[in-house]
Nanobody, 124 residues
Framework: QVHLVESGGGLVQAGGSLRLVCVASGRTFSRNAMGWFRQAPGKEREFVATITSSGLNTYYADSVKGRFTASRDNAKNTGYLQMNTLKPEDTAVYYC?????????????????WGQGTQVTVSS
């Protein structure tokens, strides 16, 4: 079982940046693809980004493409989501997640380990 701990959320003005950090326990992190999802109040959880276990391939939701960058450091069991040019519509609780296989996915149902979530609030 992988335990994920997130940090890095906060309050930022529109146009600002934040970096989310997701630290994983266990020895399988380097073999697990990661995903980032978010959930705004009154809305369903939505896909943000995914990164393969090697870190060589990423895929993003259209709404964040060009602004957000997912990366990972397997030696540190850590994943990152760099968020630039933030917009008020990016306000949500952000979750990191891992899945058993190495390939990324946009489907939340394919992920079996989830972080506790971190609040990101972007003011206009």
């Amino acid at each position: 079982q992988v335990h994920l701990v997130e940090s890095g959320g906060g309050l930022v003005q529109a146009g600002g940046s934040l970096r989310l950090v997701c630290v994983a326990s266990g020895r399988t992190f380097s073999r697990n693809a990661m995903g980032w999802f978010r959930q705004a109040p009154g809305k369903e959880r939505e896909f943000v980004a995914t990164i393969t276990s090697s870190g060589l391939n990423t895929y993003y939701a259209d709404s964040v493409k060009g602004r957000f960058t997912a990366s990972r450091d397997n030696a540190k069991n850590t994943g990152y989501l760099q968020m630039n040019t933030l917009k008020p519509e990016d306000t949500a609780v952000y979750y990191c997640a891992t899945k058993s296989s190495s390939s990324g996915s946009i489907q939340s149902s394919e992920y079996n380990n989830w972080g506790q979530g971190t609040q990101v609030t972007v003011s206009s």
